[in-house]
């Protein structure tokens, strides 16, 4: 009894287990191609989850943005309509691919496969439990980032090969955007890894013992901004605006091409909030992870749908951004205050481990409590100091149309009396 | 040689490699040379891989697929003209593949000749990236070379910026 | 294990499509393509030695670092200025560049 709790207890090493046994003993392959086959076996596994979960997103999307409309979302298909996503994708496959004329085929062709690729290849260094995860590359969060930069390529074909003008200037707007929301998306990223000194996921996530959000609040507020950019979600939606520039790369494109688009961004920006839940919030830490690393993976999913869901409300309630607020947002003021935030960080950080006694890098909950304190204190004096910079900002903008508008003013009832 | 997975990944990658090379400097369309340019350096990240080297090989589809090849799209997307019917190779491309022929013909008689049959004898440390993150930090290792790098790169970014605004 | 000279064999025809890439094309854009091919046929050079014959020294791959960056330097200036031709002479054929000639 005791054993089948203890093998219930760490469930996906009890069927690694499995499987090798069944490789090896019933079918009676070798150890190394028994392992080959059953890592083929979880990274199909992987691919398909990620884009299954896809139908419970889109749903929950739905729902929740309708509910902070206050209408009530799909209720047709099924109960409280959990069909209708199905339902969608289901039009989408039986819809003709529409190949516009004079489009070049390959590109045109390629640009949705590369997109998605570049999608579902993050999940494998998602660690979704101490014993669960696609391969821990020791340089994880750099993987993540190079190939997450895939998909500004993608964009690029899309928006060429559909031969179309509003397509292409759709898709120099969007790669506009997402390489100006790479760097401090990079930045933000370098604050987990400074912090746990190491680009593996797992050793992210076990570094965590207090989860980063704590530590360092500005750095996961950047990250989160710059990430919700590199998906395209409103508010930083202009790649598809779709009153603006009627769907941007999109246009040209029906069907299941279509579909794997859509796909691939509701998916991203699920993936990105996986991210953040990773590096920021603890991953699958939680009560009692360590000792049943079942429960690992409950832990994740229930964080990452949390961090989910504040998207989703975000997307709702705020307005698109235009295009060169997008950039000059980015560049001059979220590179600079991550710059600065990084700078800042270390060097407390290592004033704090030269300085103050019983300071400690890692280590339990206890053991982190100095450094945590320290490093959020640098964050809110530097957010602060952001934060009254901006507003300073809006109050000299506000002066200065004022006085432009008095000046105005006063030559325009000049003008009138020398008439 | 045995077929290992080893091999086998190493042949998919030296066809992509190649093929891609191929098609980048016989490409009519020029689009399609910066696709089979994206292939060719998507190749080379995987022989990186294989040479465990896995930092240099995230690096490479960072750098280069995520920035430059890019780069190189946009700006052949930027300065189509109207096409009349142009070649793409000038008049002195017999010399110019008899060159490229003979310089591979004496590089690989180098190669044979000299490195045929060379196995890895020592393994590769498993904290070289913690290594290498220390020397460029430290005057011993690479600090001076990566302070020169970065001002080139800021230069390339000055310059870059001045010559192409109007 | 696969040896070392299939390696450079790869390195080395991709340098020398590189090469043809750079003497034999018209458009500015693709020779600098074949510029970029000769620098990743160096890079993996490179980083072959350097797993091949002295692993646990670091200078291979930071050799190659330093390649990529100058590489990402000069591609980003050389485009640049292919633009600005662009924009003053409306023609991007390497040949047609040609009004300091004697």
Known sequence: MADVLASLADIYTTIGNLLTRLFVDVLGASPELASGIIKFLGAGLLATSVLLILVFNIWFERKVMARIQDRIGPNRVGPWGIFQTVADLAKLFTKEIIIPDGADLVPFMIAPVISVMSVVLIWAVVPFAPTLIGTDLNIGALYFVAVSSLGVVSILLAGWSSNNKYALLGAFRGVAMLVSYEVPFVLALLVPVILSGSMRMGDIVRAQSIPFLVVMPVAALIFWIASVAEVGRQPFDVIEGESEIVSGYHIEYSGFAFAMFYAAEWAHGFTVCALMTVLFLGGWRGPGAEQIPTLGIVYFLGKTFLVYFFQVWTRAILPRMRIDHILSFSWKFLVPLSLVLLVLSVLADKLGQLYIPGYAVAGSFVDLLPRTALLLVVNLIVGGLAALWVAGLGRRERRRQEAALSVASIEGRAAQQAR | MTITPETVAFAIMSVLVLGGGLGVVSSRNLIHAALYLALTLFGVAGLFVLLEAPFLAAVQVLVYLGAIAVLVTITIMVTRRLMGITENVNRQWPVAALIAVLAAAILGFVVISQFAGVYPTQAVPPDTIERMGQSFASHQGFLLPFEVASVLLLAAMIGAIVVARD | ?102
Request: one cysteine or more.
């Open chain 3, 1 to 102: 294990m696969i040896p070392l000279h299939l390696y450079l064999l790869v390195s080395a025809g991709l340098f020398c499509m590189g090469i043809y890439g750079v003497l034999a094309r018209r458009n500015a854009v693709a020779i600098l393509m074949g510029i970029e091919l000769m620098l990743n046929a160096v890079n993996i050079n490179l980083v072959a030695f350097w797993r091949y014959i002295s692993p646990e020294s670091l200078n291979g791959q930071v050799f190659a670092i330093f390649v990529f960056a100058v590489a990402a330097a000069e591609a980003a200036v050389g485009l640049a200025l292919i633009i600005s031709i662009y924009r003053n002479r409306e023609t991007v054929i390497a040949e047609d560049v040609n009004i300091l000639k004697w």
